[in-house]
Nanobody, 122 residues
Framework: QVPLVESGGGLVRPGDSLRLSCAASGRTFTGYAMGWFRQAPGKEREFVAIVDWTGYNTYYADSVKDRFTISRDNAKNTLDLQMNSLKPEDTAVYSC???????????????WGQGTQVTVSS
């Protein structure tokens, strides 16, 4: 059973917005930091945004700062990523993940979803 399930990906045009959601399945991630990572074809997986277990502290990659917003609802066990002003270089498979620490490295995340494709193209 996949512990995290993403939804909300799709094909959009440059400048459009998209909201990704991630739902925990079969367990709770209260107390865990959660993050969004992405992987474009031919590239390594990279950090996009993370939120600590409280939900109050957030961190963003420079490439998405001021365009993306990460949020979590611990009561609902969900994680969201609001993406505005999308660019073609945002095209990637986006995955949510959970970790015991607020790390920027995907290697420190123990639980992963299967990912959802985001394509930004005119």
């Amino acid at each position: 059973q996949v512990p995290l399930v993403e939804s909300g990906g799709g094909l959009v045009r440059p400048g459009d917005s998209l909201r990704l959601s991630c739902a925990a399945s079969g367990r709770t991630f209260t107390g865990y930091a959660m993050g969004w990572f992405r992987q474009a074809p031919g590239k390594e997986r990279e950090f996009v945004a993370i939120v600590d277990w409280t939900g109050y502290n957030t961190y963003y990659a420079d490439s998405v700062k001021d365009r993306f917003t990460i949020s979590r609802d611990n009561a609902k066990n969900t994680l969201d990523l609001q993406m505005n002003s999308l660019k073609p270089e945002d095209t990637a498979v986006y995955s949510c993940a959970a970790s015991g620490s607020s790390s920027f490295s995907p290697d420190d995340y123990d639980y992963w979803g299967q990912g959802t494709q985001v394509t930004v193209s005119s």
